[in-house]
């Protein structure tokens, strides 16, 4: 029997007492198979190389992963490992190189601008209408937070106004140790979007208190108190499926007397090839 790589025994662990976890062909046993496989059959030149190696190299805490039950069933979006690997590719802050850091500082506040105004946008508002409001009546306030679901806390004892539209804007132009500038940790507290620079392994938002992700109320997320959007589908339950796949439904197949379903064809007896009809005999012809 050939001894385990060196970190390939934490992997093969139980993290729970379930027989899932156990077995041998459970997402744990997977990945400490194919580590086990290539600790020992690539090298480094003419070095062995270790988990660590894998680990650096990949740009991915492989030692580290969870493997319990909840952690095998969660999905992760692809995109967050990419920026994961790239991260860490870049290596450690500030680049040297000229222009290399400034270059990369440009393209964080652009990620983050652009992901403000998605974020706003897919909620049914804007970052002007989101400033422009803040010196707006006390109706024009009203009404946008009913539209976009986000309750209201009223100020208590005469202090000054700090409800949740105010909360919601966040400056670009303001420096990251501004309450108000647009940085990822506010995003991130506010709407939930998980950092670029924060645990790989943490699921979720993790900074911050999370009851004022948009709703001090202490009743959940945003998400939680936005309205949804009702009404009928706009055709049959199949159409509706199909049409928000981007297909179309076919039509019968008259020509050679099959019929179609969904995307499948049904040939009847004397179907010719797409683009040719079968021709008829003049008796036919004559009874049509």
């Known amino acids: 029997m050939t001894a385990v790589p060196p970190g390939i025994g934490d992997l093969l662990a139980p993290r729970c007492?379930?027989?899932?976890?156990?077995?041998?062909?459970s997402p744990g046993a997977y990945l400490?198979?194919?580590?086990?496989?290539?600790?020992?059959?690539?090298?480094?030149?003419?070095?062995?190389?270790?988990?660590?190696?894998?680990?650096?190299?990949l740009h991915q805490p492989l030692g580290g992963l969870p493997l319990d039950c909840?952690?095998?069933?969660?999905?992760?979006?692809?995109?967050?490992?990419?920026?994961?690997?790239?991260?860490?590719?870049?290596?450690?802050?500030?680049?040297?190189?000229?222009?290399?850091?400034?270059?990369?500082?440009?393209?964080?506040?652009?990620?983050r601008?652009?992901?403000?105004?998605?974020?706003?946008?897919?909620?049914?508002?804007?970052?002007?209408?989101?400033?422009?409001?803040r010196s707006?009546?006390?109706?024009?306030?009203?009404?946008?937070?009913?539209?976009?679901g986000l309750p209201l806390t009223a100020p208590a004892g005469g202090a000054p106004r700090d409800d949740e539209l105010d909360q919601l804007f966040l400056d670009p132009e303001?420096?990251?140790t501004d309450p108000v500038g647009l940085t990822e940790l506010a995003l991130e507290r506010m709407f939930g979007l998980a950092t670029t620079t924060g645990d790989p392994l943490a699921l979720g938002a993790k900074t911050g208190d999370a009851t004022r992700q948009l709703a001090l109320h202490g009743r959940g997320s945003w998400s939680q108190h936005r309205?949804?959007?009702?009404?009928?589908?706009?055709?049959?339950?199949?159409?509706e499926r199909l049409r928000r796949l981007g297909l179309r439904r076919r039509r019968p197949d008259r020509a050679c007397g099959g019929r179609r379903t969904n995307h499948t064809r049904r040939p009847g007896p004397a179907c010719a090839p797409r683009g040719k009809?079968?021709?008829?005999?003049?008796r036919a012809r004559l009874h049509r």
């Open 17 to 25: 007492g379930c027989g899932d976890c156990e077995s041998a062909v």
């Open 32 to 57: 400490a198979t194919l580590l086990d496989y290539a600790l020992k059959h690539v090298q480094n030149g003419d070095e062995p190389i270790d988990l660590g190696y894998l680990s650096d190299r």
């Open 70 to 111: 909840e952690a095998a069933e969660t999905s992760v979006a692809q995109p967050r490992i990419a920026v994961e690997a790239l991260r860490g590719y870049v290596g450690t802050r500030p680049l040297l190189g000229v222009g290399r850091e400034a270059g990369l500082v440009a393209g964080e506040a652009v990620y």
């Open 113 to 133: 601008l652009a992901a403000y105004t998605a974020l706003l946008a897919a909620a049914g508002t804007s970052y002007e209408e989101v400033r422009r409001v």
């Open 136 to 148: 707006a009546a006390p109706e024009e306030r009203l009404a946008l937070a009913e539209r976009i």
């Open 174 to 176: 303001a420096p990251a």
């Open 227 to 239: 309205p949804r959007r009702s009404g009928p589908p706009r055709g049959p339950p199949e159409r």
């Open 277 to 282: 009809r079968p021709r008829r005999s003049a």
